[in-house]
């Protein structure tokens, strides 16, 4: 499960990650002539998702992993069922179902988050979370995660 955690915090920073040359990212050419460039979420508040359609998205090649991050840079406020819970190097996977075999595997800023509030397998639940990617065809992964 390193591995994960490996995955999880390289797609994090690439995500963050944005290309300021104009001729390759328009939204930088926007920036760089003094327009206003619109905001990819224009309240300013995350994104909510099921966790099916979460998965959906990620899994998709509709979009690329650097685009999907800017559309949830405010974060997204996942929702779905508990399908198990476990700790690996001292980090504890909330995994959600996300469908037939798939799932998404969330890990908390606290990591005693899961065990304080008691969490158990079957439980509905709601997190806002940084989005992480697929760490392989049937996980996604998002970290940070804060319970609601």
């Known amino acids: ?39 990819v979420v224009a309240t300013g508040a995350p994104l909510a998702a099921s966790a099916s359609a979460l998965f959906a998205e990620l899994a998709s090649t509709k979009q690329s992993l650097p685009e999907l991050h800017g559309k949830y840079d405010r974060g997204v406020l996942v929702s779905g069922t508990v399908d198990r819970i476990f700790t690996d190097l001292d980090t504890t996977f909330v995994h959600l179902k996300a469908g037939t075999q798939t799932h998404i595997a969330l890990t ?5 988050t899961a065990a304080h509030a ?7 639940m709601t997190a806002l979370c940084k989005l992480g990617g697929m760490s392989g065809p049937r996980e996604a992964t998002l970290g940070d995660c804060v319970l609601q």
């Not at 008691?118 to 509905?124: E, P």
Request: glycine letters at 10%; proline letters at 6%; aromatic letters at 2%.
């Open 1 to 39: 499960m390193h591995g994960v955690a490996v995955l999880v915090s390289t797609a994090l920073a690439l995500g963050a990650c944005q290309n300021t040359n104009p001729e390759r990212n328009p939204r930088a050419a926007g920036a760089a002539s003094g327009a206003a460039s619109a905001p």
């Open 108 to 112: 908390f800023l606290d990591e005693g």
């Open 118 to 124: 008691k969490i158990k397998v079957d439980d509905s």
